[in-house]
């Protein structure tokens, strides 16, 4: 097989994360979020438990979503820290997404593989999700934060330990121009060893 290294470099340093509600009102319909996740399913993964895992949300089901999320983050603020414009601003993402896939992790039942390994697979998933989002001419924006990771939350969306929720990703288009990324140089970041 042959694939334009040009084409494959410049894919990867395309992609990029966009805010819901920095996106176009154009609907991502079903057939992309299918093969999104079709390509997650292509990811690396020790020992074969393919461990990515989504639960994909939209119209009355996505709102629903958002609340729980609103929620979970004004249970886990302090008061000093609470904002009532980031809680009305993850309560109204409806508006400003067409679809959410949130994303877990299913925990191999024998425990076998490493947890991290299985977390680092579906990070894996989600980036061969992202790139195929930035082909359409979409972002993918992966949301965290305590919310997401809260026991209560992962409760009310029926997801129990050892499994762990990931992350909310948001495909969508961007409005305007597409975005420059800005990377600290690479060189920066590696130690070569000769002997
Ligand atoms: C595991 C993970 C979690 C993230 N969670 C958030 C988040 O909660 N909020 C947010 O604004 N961005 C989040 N991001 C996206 C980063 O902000 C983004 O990747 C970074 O700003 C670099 O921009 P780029 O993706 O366009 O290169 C997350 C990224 C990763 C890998």
Known sequence: MKFNLTDVQALIRARRSVRPEQFKSRKVHRDQIEALIEAANWAPTHGQTEPWRFKVFTGPALESLQLKLAEAYRRNSTELAYLQSKYDRIRDRHHCASAAILVYMKRQVSGKIP??????????????????????GMSLFWSSGSAVYEEQFAEEIGISKPDRILGVLYPGYPEGEWPEGKRQFWMTKVDWFAE
């Open 115 to 136: 947890e991290v390994e299985e977390i680092l697979a579906v990070g894996c998933a989600v980036q061969n999700m992202s790139l195929l989002a930035t082909t359409y």
